[in-house]
């Protein structure tokens, strides 16, 4: 749990850019309405973070979950109020505004007096509850009940069969220490970063099949946010580092088996291994990232298909909407395969990191 607690804490601080209340919000200005269809902004809406959890649109009208904004200036002092006050940016508020547009675009920055946006002012500091933010407290928790319950049903009943959620995570908690912990890191220290793998794995793949829940609480694109795999690959970088043995650094320091001209008097494989140590938590961060990203646009862009289309003619956008629908319907069927993948991919090369740091020399 006091991982949870820290992973929690980390992806929030580079997740950020509630009293959840509904917020019913007037759509967008009628010329805005009959403007051209854009694919680029619609796939990229729904990709990108926001203030606000949007449910439906009724009658011209969006339907949204306004989540609280909490900001700091050094003119204004600390501010706190909903996302709604903004009114997807239309409106400044308390000196405030959200930028819709521009280089800016998706920042809150400070306007004067008359609503003008100055951009040679500094960013007020942001520590609003974002969508990906509030998905992130969200799996944190729905983790800490799970296995709560079954850690306590584990000590109640320790001889018992499995039931219920013991039923479902028992095989998953087995394999990771079978088949990822003990052949990566050995039978002698593999119980020690078992809390740690664990907790990799379950949040990843939760956050993972949260994001593919197309209705609240679901939707967020959580770990398709390269600020939250870094926090992960930063998990990871941290834990490789700090356990690393004598044997590690010294196989940094002078890799053995290396001929001599190619560490002296250039250090050329020293560099290599150096730099090797950042490139491993990079590559996590990106194939994390981009897996989750790519999966979550290619399926918008088939949803897209239909509007496109139809753009160019009603009847042949009705014609193109059952082939879109049945791709559709196929990548998310993917795409539930592709959560468990990415989550054991991640968690497997952690463990290997781990053990290639902890291994001791023969």
């Known amino acids: 749990m006091r991982l949870i607690a820290k992973l929690t804490a980390a992806t929030l601080i580079l997740a950020l850019p509630t009293r959840a209340s509904l917020a019913i919000v007037p759509e967008k200005t009628e010329h805005e309405n009959q403007s051209k269809f854009s694919a680029s902004e619609f796939i ?33 002092g600390f501010h706190i109020f909903l996302s709604s006050k903004f009114h997807h940016g239309e409106h400044e508020y308390k000196g405030f505004k959200l930028v819709t547009e521009g280089k800016l675009k998706g920042k809150i920055a400070e306007v004067d007096e008359q609503g003008h946006l100055d951009e040679s002012k500094p960013l007020p500091y942001n520590f609003s509850l974002t969508k990906n933010a509030f998905s992130i407290v969200l799996t944190c928790l729905l983790l800490s009940i799970i296995f709560i319950t079954v850690g306590n049903r584990y000590k109640a009943h320790p001889d018992s069969p499995p039931k219920g959620l013991q039923n479902i995570f028992e095989p998953f908690i087995i394999f990771i220490r079978n088949e990822i912990a003990i052949p990566s890191i050995g039978e002698k220290k593999y119980a020690r970063f078992m809390p740690f793998l664990l907790t990799l794995f379950f949040f ?21 946010n390269i600020s939250v795999t870094m926090a992960l690959a930063l998990f990871t970088f941290f834990t490789v580092n700090r356990n690393g043995n004598k044997t590690y650094w010294k196989h940094i320091v002078s890799p053995p088996g290396i001929p001599g001209f190619l560490k002296l008097p250039i250090p050329i494989m020293p560099m290599v291994e150096f730099i090797s140590i950042f490139i491993k938590p990079f590559v996590l961060m990106v194939r994390l990232f981009a897996n989750i990203l790519a999966g979550h646009m290619v399926a918008i862009v088939f949803l897209s298909l239909i509007f496109i289309f139809a753009a160019m003619n009603q009847w042949l956008g009705f014609a193109v909407a059952p082939v879109s629908l049945l791709f559709l319907v196929f990548m998310s069927l993917l795409e539930l395969l592709v959560a468990l993948i990415q989550a054991y991919v991640f968690t497997l090369l952690s463990a290997l990191y781990i053990g290639m740091a902890t291994e001791e020399h023969h």
């Open 44 to 76: 990229f809406e729904h990709i990108s973070d926001s203030y606000e959890w949007h449910i439906t649109t009724v009658a011209h009208h969006h339907i949204t979950i306004p989540l609280p904004v909490i900001l700091y200036s050094k003119e204004k």
């Open 204 to 224: 990843i793949w939760f956050s993972n099949l949260l994001g593919l829940i197309p209705i609240f609480p679901g939707g967020a694109n959580v770990t398709g």
